[in-house]
């Protein structure tokens, strides 16, 4: 469980996620538990080192005994060294967002039945092809009951903030709506095509204008952290485990300036390692 949060204008796209990795068992009436949660997890990534293409991630936190972050950063090096048919100085961010997706499903699909139907895995893939003039947002989605192969949910040409993990205070805060409108509408007795027809259009005229597709690089990371660490707040305040938490690491991708940390946490003192990158 966690909060990703996407914000992109017209001069960069920035991402934001927690840290906070919960380790969740089923209790014998079938229910789900969370056991414990740590806040040292890394979800967000440069897919490519060096380049403007970045990657975060929520929902499963391991495939088997590999993290999310060990299997990322073996991608990485696939595409970095040949193996995934990609490369490096000539790609687009659908065909890095393609192969991220052949990868995990295949290790989704391996994994025991009662892990897999109980589990979902969200991938976020953003940045600038080799020849994109703008940035680009994918979006795939794997869970037990279907695998949704990456979506293009923002293209060079549009300007919006998207989010994940756990949505609740994002929707309540932006569209102005609880997540749960459209099955209160339901239990209601509307029926469910109208039912989502009216939550739509609730969430449209109620929508908060928090964003402003020209605005500067670090008003959009001002705004993504904003929603991130309102939604940090709010978790705190439910009842039931802090499943998000911990430090939040903020990266942009620029057109020029490339993938850049903003804020990133690190379990040893800087000083006491002279490489900079720090395994991105």
């Known amino acids: 469980m966690t909060i990703c949060i996407a914000v992109k204008v017209h001069d960069c796209l920035v991402f934001v996620t927690d840290s906070a990795s919960s380790m969740v068992s089923t209790d014998a009436a079938g229910n789900q538990v969370v056991m414990r949660v740590y806040d040292s997890g890394h979800k967000l990534f440069n897919l490519i080192r060096g380049k403007p293409i970045s990657a975060m991630t929520c929902g499963l936190g391991n495939f088997g005994n590999s993290s999310i972050s060990t299997i990322t950063k073996e991608i990485r090096q696939e595409i970095a060294m040949g193996g995934a048919g990609i490369d490096p100085e000539d790609y687009t961010i659908e065909q890095v967002a393609n192969y991220a ?6 290790l989704f699909a391996a994994l025991p039945d009662p892990v897999r139907a109980a589990s979902s895995f969200t991938f976020f893939v953003g940045g600038y092809s080799t020849a994109g003039a703008g940035s680009e947002l994918w979006k795939m989605q794997i869970t037990g009951a279907a695998s949704l192969a990456p979506q293009l949910i923002a293209d060079q040409n549009t300007c919006k903030i998207e989010w ?6 994002c929707v309540r805060l932006v569209l102005g709506i609880s997540p749960q409108t459209m099955n209160i509408l339901t239990q209601a007795g509307i029926d469910a095509a109208d039912a989502l027809i009216l939550t739509q259009k609730l ?25 991130a660490e309102t939604t940090v707040s709010f978790v705190r305040f439910l009842p039931g485990a802090n499943t998000v938490g911990g430090d939040l690491d903020v990266a942009t991708v620029t057109k020029f300036e490339g993938f850049r940390w903003i804020s990133r946490k690190h379990y040893y003192p800087m000083g006491l390692n002279a490489e900079t990158n720090h395994g991105a």
């Open 164 to 169: 994940d993990g756990q949505p609740d205070a």
């Open 203 to 227: 969430a449209q005229s109620s929508q908060a204008q928090l964003l402003e597709s020209s605005m500067p690089v670090q008003d959009a990371i001002d705004l993504a952290r904003f929603l």
């Open 101 to 106: 997706y052949g990868r995990f499903n295949a």
